[in-house]
Each structure stands twice: as C-alpha cells, then as structure tokens.
C-alpha cells in the first residue's frame, strides 16, 4: 500500500507562487498514478493535475498554464507547482494515488485514486 504526506502549504500573498510536496512510501509508487485535489468549506473536491507513472500530466482548465505538476521516482515524492496564485485558489490541497496506472479518462475523478493524503493548507491573500 501506499503513504501519502502532504507538505508546503502556507499563507502567499497573490501573484506568489508555492510548492507543495506529497512525500510518498510504498514499493510500488513509480507504477502509481498521482494526482492533486483541492477542497474548500461547503464545495465537492476539485481535481487539480494528475500525473501518470510514465510522466504524462494533465491539468484542469482552471489551472493550466498556472500549476506545474511532476514526480520524482527516485525520492517518491510528487510535487505541484503553483505560480501566480489566486485568491480562488485558497483550499485544502490533497494528495492522492490510484491502486495502479490508469487510463487518463479516470484520473480526474476522485473514486480513482484508493490512497490519499491528508491534505495542506494553501491560503492566498490579497
């Protein structure tokens, strides 16, 4: 199975960027599909970016062109990048990993993914 931690959250102001990590363990990791997820009070979880084991990335249009997502194998360890944050981009960002690769179709669904992360907070102030 897999452990997901989650870190580098924190208070930005907009137009700054951060980036979060999503420490990982597990022997399979490499073979697993990544993605992020953010949550705000009140609103079902969003898909953020996912990555798959081979290293193709896909992106939420919300976010394309603004969020990096990218995975080293050798440290186990995926990242997201966010630049130019928002205001709108205040939220619980959550790391997750499907049970193995996927097809890209189901990776923006949260019922892919069987590991999660407890998630870190990213606030944005003005």
């Known amino acids: 199975q897999v452990r997901l931690v989650e870190s580098g959250g924190g208070l930005v102001q907009a137009g700054g960027s951060l980036r979060l990590s999503c420490a990982a363990s597990g022997r399979t990791f490499s073979r697993n599909d990544m993605g992020w997820f953010r949550q705000t009070p009140g609103k079902e979880r969003e898909f953020v970016a996912a990555?798959?084991?081979?290293?193709?990335?896909f992106y939420a249009d919300s976010v394309k062109g603004q969020f990096i997502i990218s995975r080293d194998n050798t440290k186990n360890t995926v990242y997201l990048q966010m630049n130019s944050l928002k205001r709108e981009d205040t939220a619980v960002y959550s790391c997750?990993?499907?049970?193995?690769?996927?097809?890209?179709?189901?990776?923006?669904?949260?019922?892919?993914?069987?590991?999660w992360g407890q998630g870190t907070q990213v606030t944005v102030s003005l």
């Open positions: 997750a990993a499907t049970a193995g690769t996927l097809s890209s179709d189901w990776l923006t669904t949260s019922r892919a993914y069987a590991y």
């Open positions: 990555i798959k084991w081979s290293g193709s990335s």
